[in-house]
């Protein structure tokens, strides 16, 4: 009951933009509630909101290791280990995941981002426009994003 309550509550503080106190009401938890997926999952997001990467990377690869069918945790995680500077790392992710991934235009756009910052220019212009293919939206995105600058569009 006590769990349930801690979870009900650190769910507000993110609802309401307050990623400091979801984490310390989630510090509370102990056992086995404190390994709960549901206090992983709040823990990342939680952690993403704060823009602790390198933390937020962490929990995100404990979550695919309890879910590894799961292709929005690989999402996760490589987006994490990205923005901490781990690129060929957030890349290596996103190839461990689920091969479901692959149907996702968001997949091949945080590829096509991951591979321009490592250099490959060829496979990252494919990515792309394999995601923009998927979804148009990709397109405006691309135009703005830090990680695409020079890729032709």
């Known amino acids: 009951m006590v769990a349930k309550q801690v979870i009900r509550a650190a769910t507000g503080w993110l609802e309401l933009g307050m990623p400091d106190d979801a984490l310390d009401e989630l510090k509370g938890l102990t056992g086995n509630d404190r390994h709960a997926r549901k206090v992983i999952e709040l823990e990342l997001a939680a952690l993403m909101a704060k823009e602790h990467w390198k933390d937020a990377a962490g929990k995100a690869l404990e979550l695919c290791g309890q879910a590894p069918a799961e292709p929005d945790l690989f999402l996760s995680a490589a987006y994490c280990l990205h923005e901490s500077g781990e690129t060929q790392e ?40 394999k995601a923009i293919a998927m979804d148009e939206g990709f397109l405006e995105s691309a135009r703005s994003d830090r990680d695409l600058v020079g890729i032709k569009l």
């Not at 461990?96 to 590829?111: D, S």
């Open 90 to 129: 957030a890349r290596k992710v996103l190839l461990r995941g689920p091969e479901v991934l692959q149907e996702f235009a968001v997949y091949h756009y945080n590829m096509a981002c991951y591979l321009w910052t490592l250099g490959v220019g060829d496979a990252a212009k494919s990515h792309l426009d």
